[in-house]
């Protein structure tokens, strides 16, 4: 099984702050990782596919970076729609997704 | 664009059976994408549970053992997920998805007597 790790578990932050969330892979994925945002009561919403495709519509304020097994998740300035739930998966071999990071306001 | 909508019974008695439906609109179960479900315990994570492709090739996640059967009915556009013998922990909203980029709005599953 491939397992993700993701940290931190939580972050708290402020609007305008830039935010990085890591994730790293038990072994390696290639590029096969998705970052999802995930809000109370609504599906996950797909952000970055491939590491560092950005998904059609998503603002351009998320990056994703990294390959093998470690990868980032960026939001370069922090907005107030975008405190949420964020998981990275990973669909190399079947799925594994990571324990999740909530933003929190700070 | 790819539309995903879950349904099935909402309660489901322990030792039972969960099933569930997903429908796909907007685009054939035919194409390249593996579907998936995922499930979410209330205040938890998510979990991977298995994926079939339009042939009904299936990959089950190993922690559901042999409780899992994912199956694709080309005629109506839509994949099924059934679940055996169940308890509370298999409570959770259950997410159907095709691809990485086209989720259901998930199904909440209660399991109870």
């Known amino acids: 099984d491939i397992q993700m790790t993701q940290s931190p578990s939580t972050l708290s932050a402020s609007v305008g702050d830039r935010v990085t969330i890591t994730c790293r892979a038990s072994?390696?994925?290639?590029?096969?990782l998705a970052w999802y945002q995930q809000k109370p009561g609504k599906a996950p919403k797909l952000l970055i596919y491939k590491a560092s495709s950005l998904e059609s519509g998503v603002p351009s304020r998320f990056s994703g970076s990294g390959s093998g097994t470690e990868f980032t998740l960026t939001i370069s300035s922090l907005q107030p729609e975008d405190f949420a739930t964020y998981y990275c998966q990973q669909y190399n071999y079947l799925w594994t997704f990571g324990q999740g990071t909530k933003v929190e306001i700070k | 664009q790819v539309q995903l909508q879950e349904s099935g019974p909402g309660l489901v008695k322990p030792s039972g059976t969960l099933s569930l439906t997903c429908a796909v609109s907007g685009g054939s179960i035919s194409n390249n994408n593996w579907c998936s479900w995922v499930r979410q315990p209330p205040g938890k994570g998510l979990e991977w549970i298995g994926e079939i492709n339009y042939s009904g090739s299936t990959n089950y996640n190993p922690s559901f053992k042999s409780r899992v059967t994912i199956s694709v009915d080309k005629s109506k556009n839509q994949f099924s997920l059934k679940v055996n013998s169940v308890t509370a922990a298999d409570t959770a909203v259950y997410y159907c998805?095709?691809?990485?980029?086209?989720w259901g709005q998930g199904t909440l599953v209660t399991v109870s007597s």
């Open positions: 998805a095709k691809g990485v980029e086209a």
């Open positions: 072994q390696s994925i290639n590029s096969w």
